[in-house]
């Protein structure tokens, strides 16, 4: 990985862009809209299979993996007659940082 960012040095931004979409065709990669914004993230293949908890206001993502929200996603897959292969979820909200901030001193940090 090291050697790649070495490498990469002095590669121009369309090259890495144009690497980028080839890497979520190839499913390596994928995009997780945050907003307006978009984060890259490892595929499941690549890496372990978990949710995000996005702060909308400081950016911050939390990872989650949790059994019961998987279980809960086969159960209604099945009752809908459908084999799930993959899915993406992502919950947008305020952290506990941004909350107390709002809360207190009503200034965005
Ligand atoms: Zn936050
Ligand atoms: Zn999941």
Redesign the pocket.
């Known amino acids: 990985m090291a050697e790649l960012a070495a490498r990469a040095k002095g590669i121009d931004r369309a090259s890495v862009y144009r690497t980028i979409d080839l890497f979520e065709k190839l499913g390596i990669v994928q995009r997780l809209n945050t907003g307006w914004k978009y984060k890259l993230e490892l595929t499941d293949k690549f890496a372990e299979?978990h949710?995000h908890l996005t702060c909308t206001r400081c950016g911050q993502t939390i990872a989650m993996n949790e059994a019961e929200?998987?279980a809960v996603?086969e159960r209604l897959s099945a009752a809908h007659d459908f084999l799930p292969t993959s899915?993406q979820?992502e919950i947008q909200g305020l952290c506990r940082q941004c909350r107390t901030a709002t809360s207190s001193t009503n200034n965005a940090a």
């Open positions: 299979h949710h929200l998987e996603i899915h979820m």
